[in-house]
Nanobody
C-alpha cells in the first residue's frame, strides 16, 4: 500500500522543539526527492523545505536556521527537526514527494500531524 504517515506533532511553547517523522511505504523512497509542507488555518499550504535523493536541502526563508530536514533511506523515513518554534509555525505538517516524482505522486498525501506553538 502506497502511503505516507506523519507523526510527532504536538503542543509546545514558543522556543521549544519538535521532531516530526514521515514513514513512507509502497514507494522507492531512496530515489525520490521529499519535502515537508504545512497548512495553517485560513492559509494556503506552503512548502517548508525539501531534501533531494542526494541529501541536498532547501528551506523557505521563514524557517532557515531553525528547521532541519533529514532522511533515513534504510527506514524509509523523512524527518523534520524544528527548533526555536514560534506561534506562526502552528500548522498541520505534511510530507510529500517533490521534484521529479511529484507529478506521479501528485495525489499522495498523508493525514498530516498537528503542530501547535503557544506564546
Amino acid at each position: 500500500q502506497v502511503q505516507l504517515v506523519e507523526s510527532g506533532g504536538g503542543l509546545v511553547q514558543a522556543g521549544g522543539s519538535l521532531r516530526l517523522s514521515c514513514a513512507a511505504s509502497g514507494i522507492i523512497f531512496s530515489i525520490l526527492d521529499m519535502g515537508w509542507y504545512r497548512q495553517a488555518p485560513g492559509k494556503q499550504r506552503e512548502l517548508v523545505g525539501s531534501i533531494t535523493r542526494a541529501f541536498n536541502t532547501n528551506y523557505v526563508d521563514s524557517v532557515k536556521g531553525r528547521f532541519t530536514i533529514s532522511r533515513d533511506n534504510a527506514k524509509n523515513t523523512l524527518y523534520l527537526q524544528m527548533n526555536s518554534l514560534k506561534p506562526e509555525d502552528t500548522a498541520v505538517y505534511y510530507c510529500k514527494v517533490v521534484g521529479g516524482g511529484s507529478a506521479y505522486f501528485a495525489d499522495l498525501w498523508g493525514r498530516g500531524t498537528q503542530v501547535t506553538v503557544s506564546s
